[in-house]
């Protein structure tokens, strides 16, 4: 696929269809992936690709959970605590997503709906990095995962990163193979786009002079 379209079709998808996403395309898209640039070429990332019965347990064991609050290994920042900027980004994409439907209570329905059921995906990326990290490796895995979405986008494939199936980080190394001394950092929910209104939300961006400065 020509990169723009790569580019512009990536968009995070919050119902998918049961199809199953083909191990070897897993491979693939992970293996391109790699091509990520890192601190030394460290390359601090694994990937714990849970689909099947794994992943079934793992939304099992959400959905028996989802009242609580989470405790994801990265603790969530308090949203008074961001930039301005920051903050003003986050209501904007809020108040769109929910005027998206046709009512509140239907956006909101949806939304939890999503977000309890880990987005229906039939496979999930879980992203680590080791315990002892240095902040660069955070840049890292964001570079590795980005990399990541566009390859499987570029096979026509959708994806979600999203901190929803990160927030017991105890029940993902229960059914998986992560061991303690990594940390969970993100998951990326990723097959087939189903044909519904959550996926039909396009986010936007600021304009690029509010982010781009330059000097000459
Ligand atoms: C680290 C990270 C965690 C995210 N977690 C969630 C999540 O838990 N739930 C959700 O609906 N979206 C989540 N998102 C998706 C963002 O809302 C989305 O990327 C943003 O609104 C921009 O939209 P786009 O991805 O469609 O371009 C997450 C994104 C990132 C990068």
């Given at each position: 696929?020509?990169?723009k379209?790569?580019l512009n079709?990536r968009h995070?998808?919050?119902?998918?269809?049961?199809?199953?996403?083909?191990?070897?395309?897993?491979?693939?898209?992970?293996?391109?992936?790699?091509?990520?640039?890192?601190?030394?070429?460290?390359?601090?990332?694994?990937?714990?690709?849970?689909?099947?019965?794994?992943?079934?347990?793992?939304?099992?064991?959400?959905?028996?959970?989802?009242?609580?609050?989470?405790?994801?290994?990265?603790?969530?920042?308090?949203?008074?605590?961001w930039s301005k900027a920051a903050q003003t980004n986050m209501k904007q994409w809020r108040h769109e997503i929910?005027h998206?439907?046709?009512?509140?209570?239907?956006?909101?329905?949806?939304?939890?709906?999503?977000?309890?059921?880990?987005?229906?995906?039939?496979?999930?990326?879980?992203?680590?990095?080791?315990?002892?990290?240095?902040?660069?490796?955070?840049?890292?895995?964001?570079?590795?995962?980005?990399?990541?979405?566009?390859?499987?986008?570029?096979?026509?494939?959708?994806?979600?990163?999203?901190?929803?199936?990160?927030?017991?980080?105890?029940?993902?190394?229960?059914?998986?193979?992560?061991?303690?001394?990594?940390?969970?950092?993100?998951?990326?929910?990723?097959?087939?786009?189903?044909?519904?209104?959550?996926?039909?939300y396009r986010s936007k961006r600021v304009p690029v002079d509010d982010i781009l400065k330059i000097k000459d």
């Amino acid at each position: 696929m020509d990169f723009k379209k790569v580019l512009n079709n990536r968009h995070s998808v919050r119902d998918f269809k049961d199809t199953p996403v083909k191990i070897d395309l897993i491979k693939e898209i992970v293996q391109e992936a790699q091509k990520a640039p890192s601190w030394v070429n460290s390359q601090p990332w694994k990937v714990y690709a849970a689909t099947g019965k794994t992943l079934e347990n793992i939304k099992q064991a959400y959905l028996d959970k989802d009242s609580q609050k989470g405790y994801p290994d990265f603790p969530v920042m308090h949203r008074e605590d961001w930039s301005k900027a920051a903050q003003t980004n986050m209501k904007q994409w809020r108040h769109e997503i929910v005027h998206h439907f046709d009512d509140f209570d239907q956006a909101h329905e949806k939304m939890s709906f999503a977000s309890s059921h880990l987005y229906s995906a039939p496979a999930m990326l879980f992203i680590t990095i080791p315990k002892n990290s240095s902040k660069w490796s955070i840049f890292d895995a964001g570079a590795f995962s980005q990399t990541l979405m566009l390859s499987a986008q570029d096979k026509g494939l959708d994806t979600i990163p999203n901190y929803t199936s990160v927030r017991f980080p105890d029940v993902v190394r229960k059914f998986t193979d992560i061991p303690d001394d990594e940390t969970l950092v993100v998951g990326i929910a990723i097959g087939y786009a189903q044909d519904s209104i959550i996926n039909t939300y396009r986010s936007k961006r600021v304009p690029v002079d509010d982010i781009l400065k330059i000097k000459d």
